[in-house]
């Protein structure tokens, strides 16, 4: 089962998913709930019923009429499958609000995640720690050795692509990047954007014109 | 012009292509940058230059071949289209450590957008200040007058669905939420989710399952 899934490519969506119904899961279980449907699957996690059926035969469920999914097995599996039962290593780059929040945040129990380093420019930060985290300079950033490790970008837009360019040169492959800004990276590197200030003004930009619609 | 825009219906990706485009023009004016090429404004934007053509084109602007655009024109026009000139007020449920971060993050300069206020269940922070902005008791959330205001949902999973219960009776229309749940909400109201640690396992997945990759 394990090699059929690993032969497939899953979709970045169906990635997220599985991981969504991996926490709600996590609650279901700790509601001591020892099963679930389909519907209600689908609706703590935003999606179809339809959608859940189908993402749960491609993990081998089938599920049962009447009775759903059990938690507990379905739970294990996803793990499995998300290689959630081994600690990931992430590093942070920039100590300020947005970065320290990231960090504590990952650190207060994002189940298979662990941050190792935090990295600053200020003299005044690095030394310091965070959370048990240390600060680490940034200046020394490229001689890290960061293969395998997951990096968070939260600087100022301005620094953001020298730093990428000296985490590419100490050995990351992913990057998940707050700094509001386009970053050009080796085509075997991937980087995930987050755009706190955008989010808000798409929403604003569609509260604005949502009247006239029709 | 802005007839013609406003009764064309803009997808969210392009409002937030635009949004990204003005970030980085007002980077470019600062630093005393007359003009712009597609090109460049691409690969600042992490687009393509004929996408930014073609939105450019969209918003009214051909550019000239071997001079680009001027920044200062197309600024002006963006902040027009996105109505980024008059202040969109915010308020941000969860004073934990990251709304308390969203919350500064976006008063330190994002244009347009203004917390107004930040709710909390907590007696503790309840009645405090954070950047200037009072904290106030979630307990009262739906009896609040919030139409025309941007709602933020920074709570644990469990307190997210109340919570946008809450917002939706007080009149709030368009919630970004980062509790890693899905939400119901009737159908005038648009949510956006940013799930952070989603991200991060999305990036974990595809590093592990990259060199397998064709």
Partial sequence: MNERLSRRRLSTATIARFHTYSRVLERLINDGRRTVSSVQLGQLSATSAALVRSDLFTLGFGGTRGVGYETGKLLERIVEV?????????????????????????????????????????PAKVGTEVAGVAIRSAERLAGEALTDVLAVVATPAAAAQPVVDQLVTAGVRSILNFAPTGLAVPSDVTVRSVDLAGELYVLSFLQDHHDGAA
């Fill in 82 to 122: 998300l290689g959630l039962e081994r600690v990931r290593e992430v590093v942070v780059v920039g100590a300020g609000r947005l970065g320290l929040a990231i960090a504590s945040y990952l650190t207060q129990g994002a189940r298979g995640l662990k941050i190792t380093a935090l990295f600053d420019i200020d």
